[in-house]
């Protein structure tokens, strides 16, 4: 029996490229500075952290991370407890309140039981500077996230990708569809969730995928840590 992959095994010299080098490098630099840099340093790659890649079922591709105090801590769409939920994520909890049953919206934002479940969270751009919306875009995380899903699509198989907005689907356009589920809507943002999001059954499709599967579902109700 071979031992499942982890994202060390499959990042490791990705890692050394001189491009993702320069990028922690500059990342560093400016915190150094003095720029306040979302999120805190321990908290950049969580995604990694809170869901192996082995443990993949469900990717959701976000942008880049939330730019205000104590919002970002590394998993796409997520707030750190105690902070108001963001727009985007107050629409999500809003579909899935019309299509899941049962499901009532809590009170907080936080998503590490998702991830737990196998759902990446994954920001294309994993740091900005404070109070500057996409001001790390051109660092270089958007190669190392692009390979990233390339890996994914490579080394597992059935996963569901959920694609909201131009951007996220720009980025999946490597899935192979064959192999794998892509659901494309409009970014759950009050400026585009009317467009379709709202609707969309992203949510339930995505239950469905696993159960047909014989995968575990998940559990969308987000819970916070004991």
């Excluded at 982890?6 to 490098?25: C, G, I, M, R, S």
């Excluded at 920001?123 to 270089?140: D, E, F, M, P």
């Excluded at 699509?153 to 907005?165: A, D, P, T």
Aim: with cysteine.
């Amino acid at each position: 029996m071979t031992t499942p992959l982890t994202w060390h095994d499959v990042l490791a010299t990705e890692k050394q490229q001189p491009y993702f080098v320069n990028t922690l490098t500059t990342v560093a630099n400016e915190r150094q500075s003095g720029e306040t840099i979302y999120p805190p340093q321990k908290d950049v790659f969580n995604a990694f952290r809170f869901t192996e890649l082995n443990d993949v079922k469900v990717v959701i591709l976000g942008q880049d991370p939330y730019h205000g105090p104590n919002q970002a801590h590394g998993l796409a769409f997520s707030v750190q407890p105690g902070i108001a939920t963001p727009p985007s994520l107050l629409n999500m909890y809003k579909e899935l309140e019309g299509t899941i049953p049962g499901f009532t919206r809590p009170n907080h934002g936080y998503l590490e039981s998702w991830a737990r479940q196998g759902v990446l969270l994954l920001n294309t751009v994993l740091t900005v500077r404070a109070g500057q919306a996409h001001s790390h875009a051109s660092l270089g995380w958007e190669t190392f996230t692009d390979k990233v899903i390339a890996l994914i699509n490579e080394h597992r198989e059935g996963v569901v990708f959920l694609l909201w907005g131009a951007h996220a689907q720009k980025k999946g356009a490597i899935i192979d569809t064959q192999r794998h589920c892509v659901l494309k809507a409009p970014h759950p943002s009050p400026l585009s969730a009317h467009r379709g999001f709202f609707g969309s059954n992203h949510f339930v499709q995505t239950n469905q995928w696993l159960e047909r599967r014989g995968e575990t579902p998940i559990d969308w109700m987000p819970v916070l840590p004991e």
